[in-house]
């Protein structure tokens, strides 16, 4: 089977959202900056974060071949991706938490609190979204099988589409740890990533171009400019986020020249450890530069500083667990299959 083509666009736009939820915690690391911040941001972010994950994984799988190892392959992939670094993030959280008048925002207190995060219960902080993601490789599997035949799994499809709708009838509800308070945007982003591979390059006028460079941007503010919207995780706001991830995976030149650009790649690169650690290290830095230097020199130094940490933790935690962990699993299934088959190219950088 051919290869999936790299689609260095999104890696700009999981740049991007990263950088808006950044820019959404200031006031709270900073909270002098709250009259100049934008309302909604952060949470229009991680929505885009959903719709990219659930267009990814239907990109990259949907047209491969389904069996149990294929499966298995894919949730170790997946856990090795997240897991490691997001247990070194609850530690250090926890941690900070734990020192005496230190005050630390968003703390995990106590066993009970870091185990319920470690067995991804927890909703502290940026933590809250990491669990409804892990859910959702969980339920994957079976949206991957009803791509994998459509006729013959109808049923599937069905049953997801009726789920959904009752989902949203209800109006999402439910705690946001749990996927099917989110599970529009997954559905949503898996479906427009299957259709992604038919399109063929076929949404390429200016147009698109126009509207995969602007409608990300109008989403994040989205919240701000609509906020007597009723449910602001509800299907609208979620057809806006996949509309925009399949819009700007189309690659136009007009779009590319922002999302693919090297700087918003890097971002990309390093957006979950920038998602994860960027509180406690603006935190930290924060508490140590204040009493000394003047805020116009404190935030740039805190953003920055979150920056190398984020780039330190992808080269450091990230890779070589990421490395590691499949390694091994493949190593160990290497045993009982003759030719095990490595994780494409594609799919190393794509997610």
Request: with cysteine.
């Amino acid at each position: 089977m051919q290869e999936k083509k790299h689609i260095a666009s999104l890696d700009g736009l999981r740049g991007m959202a990263a950088a808006a939820v950044v820019f959404s915690h200031l006031d709270l690391i900073f909270p002098s900056l709250a009259p100049f911040m934008i309302t909604g941001v952060g949470g229009r972010a991680v929505a885009i974060f959903f719709a990219l994950s659930g267009f990814l994984m239907a990109y990259l799988y949907g047209d491969r071949p389904i069996s149990r190892k294929a499966v298995a392959d894919f949730l170790v992939s997946r856990f090795s991706r997240i897991y490691p670094v997001y247990l070194v993030a609850v530690l250090v959280v926890a941690v900070l938490s734990s020192i005496p008048g230190f005050d630390f925002i968003n703390p995990i207190h106590g066993s009970k609190e870091i185990l319920r995060h470690i067995l991804l219960f927890g909703s502290t902080g940026v933590l809250w979204s990491v669990p409804p993601e892990i859910q959702f490789y969980l339920l994957f599997p079976l949206i991957w099988l009803f791509f994998s035949n459509t006729r013959r799994y109808q049923a599937i499809g069905v049953l997801l589409a009726g789920f959904l709708a009752v989902d949203a009838l209800d109006g999402f509800s439910g705690p946001g740890i749990l996927l099917v308070s989110k599970l529009a945007f997954f559905l949503l982003g898996a479906t427009v990533g299957r259709l992604q591979p038919l399109l063929n390059d076929r949404l390429d006028g200016i147009t698109t171009g126009i509207l995969a460079l602007t409608l990300p941007f109008f989403i994040l503010i989205s919240n701000h400019l609509f906020p007597n919207a009723d449910n602001a995780w509800g299907l609208a706001p979620a057809f806006a986020a996949a509309l925009a991830v399949l819009l700007v995976a189309q690659e136009h030149r007009i779009s590319a020249a922002v999302f693919a650009a090297a700087p918003m790649r890097f971002l990309g690169k390093i957006s979950f450890s920038l998602y994860l650690f960027h509180e406690p290290v603006m935190f930290l830095m924060r508490n140590v530069l204040s009493s000394a230097l003047p805020l116009a020199i404190v935030v740039p130094a805190a953003l920055a500083a979150a920056l190398l940490i984020a780039w330190i933790s992808y080269e450091c935690i990230e890779t070589p667990a990421r490395r590691a962990l499949v390694s091994r699993w493949h190593e160990r299934g290497s045993k009982a299959l003759a030719n095990p088959q490595p994780i494409p190219a594609a799919e190393r950088r794509q997610v």
